[in-house]
């Protein structure tokens, strides 16, 4: 049975890829920063099945490095990150703490404990930033727009060289935006699906967003993470770009969310200065080729599937709290 061991397990991607590795049949570990309140909302099904939970945080090496002699994985992904980009400006140093240096701590772990783990990186778009190229892939210069997203490319950059310095097998999934019913409520696909279940509810009277004008490449979480995977079981290690390849506005994924319980978004979307940002990433779509032709990827959910699915949930769950 293989072992893998997950950071960032009580979030979005860490439920679905625990879901995804459990079904073929790995023993599963995700490492749990302390908190004063419950954060395994998400994977309470999957802590039944049979993921096991490690105390630990990106900012003490010490508890990665026992965790990791602890379990002794052959896989490891770092999907473990400050990962609000809104909270990057508010918190730049935490963010460099758990999002850049946290990825060398997993690093330096792996080279100390056992570097034949293979280690996956959650790298993201969100590096391209003021983007140099259109469509965006593996060979497209950085240029990050919030403190995040130059976290990021440190993390990226750190995990190259620890495969060129060290031989680790270290692979940076370089990942578009991805979402789900399990996506956090302050990104503004899931703010969108949680605020029609409420306006269509008589909850909530109208929806405070920012720059509506912003296109990004949304994709399905459960797709991607069956990338992060394949990534893992190839011979050699290198970096994918991971997308649907198509882009579409803030706005018309407002249309669709609205249109989906019969509303029209501009009788409730109100543009609101507190949600525009001080640096902004007005244009991502990526060019996922290179992970079509050599890992056999592609995305089974489209655009207009994914965000009927955020609202349909959203629907179902507020309708199940009025219930109650
Ligand atoms: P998410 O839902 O925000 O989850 C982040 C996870 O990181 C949570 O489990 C969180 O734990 C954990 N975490 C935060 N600080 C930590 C620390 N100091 N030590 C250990 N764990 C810590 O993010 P996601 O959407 O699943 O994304 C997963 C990864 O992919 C992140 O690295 C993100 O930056 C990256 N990424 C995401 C996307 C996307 O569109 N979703 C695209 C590209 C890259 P708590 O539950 O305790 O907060
Ligand atoms: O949903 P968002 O907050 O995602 P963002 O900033 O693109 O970051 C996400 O994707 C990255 C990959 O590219 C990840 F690395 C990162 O961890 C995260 O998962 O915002 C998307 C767009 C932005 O242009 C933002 O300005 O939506 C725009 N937007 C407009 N109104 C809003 C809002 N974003 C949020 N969060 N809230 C709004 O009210």
Same mark, same amino acid.
């Not at 770092?78 to 609000?84: E, R, V």
């Not at 399990?182 to 302050?186: A, I, V």
């Not at 507190?274 to 007005?282: D, G, K, M, Y």
């Given at each position: 049975m293989k072992t893998a061991l997950v950071t960032g397990i009580t979030g979005q991607d860490g439920s679905y890829l625990a879901a995804l590795l459990l079904d073929k049949g790995y023993k599963v570990y995700g490492i749990q920063r302390r908190s004063? =309140?419950? #954060?395994t909302e998400r994977i309470e099904p999957l802590i039944e099945e049979g993921v096991e939970l490690i105390s630990g945080d990106l900012i003490d090496e010490n508890s990665l490095i026992r965790a990791m002699e602890k379990i002794d994985p052959c896989e490891v992904y770092?999907? /473990?990150? +400050? #990962?609000?980009v809104p909270t990057s400006w508010d918190q730049p140093i935490l963010t460099g703490e758990v999002t850049a240096l946290g990825v060398t701590r997993m690093l330096e772990a792996i080279r100390i404990v056992n570097p034949k783990i293979r280690f996956y990186q959650a790298s993201? #778009?969100?590096? $391209? /930033?003021?983007?140099?190229? =259109?469509? +965006?892939?593996?060979n497209t210069p950085f240029y990050p727009r919030s403190p995040y997203g130059v976290a990021k490319a440190y993390g990226h950059w750190i995990t190259v060289n620890y495969r060129e310095s060290y031989d680790i097998f270290a692979v940076s999934g370089i990942l578009f935006n991805h979402e789900s019913p +399990? %996506? /956090?409520?302050?990104f503004v696909t899931r703010k969108v699906s949680y605020g029609v279940a409420k306006i269509k509810a008589g909850l909530q009277k109208e929806l405070r967003l920012g720059n509506l004008e912003a296109k990004r490449d949304w994709g399905f979480a459960g797709d991607y993470v069956r990338a992060m995977w394949l990534m893992l079981q190839q011979d050699e290690p290198d970096d994918y770009v991971i997308s649907t390849d198509e882009t579409h506005t803030v706005k018309k994924m407002c249309e669709v969310a609205f249109s989906r319980v019969g509303l029209n978004y501009e009788d409730y979307v109100v543009q609101a200065p507190? $949600? $525009? %940002?001080?640096?902004?990433? +007005?244009l991502l779509i990526g060019d996922s080729s290179k992970a079509r032709k050599k890992l056999g990827w592609k995305p089974e959910v489209d655009f207009r599937g994914l965000i009927e699915m955020m609202v349909d949930a959203d629907v179902e769950r507020i309708n199940n709290m009025i219930k109650e």
């Open positions: 004063s =309140t419950i #954060s770092n999907l /473990g990150a +400050q #990962s609000f993201s #778009s969100e590096m $391209f /930033g003021k983007v140099r190229e =259109t469509p +965006q892939n593996e +399990q %996506r /956090g409520l302050e507190e $949600f $525009f %940002r001080p640096a902004e990433v +007005q």
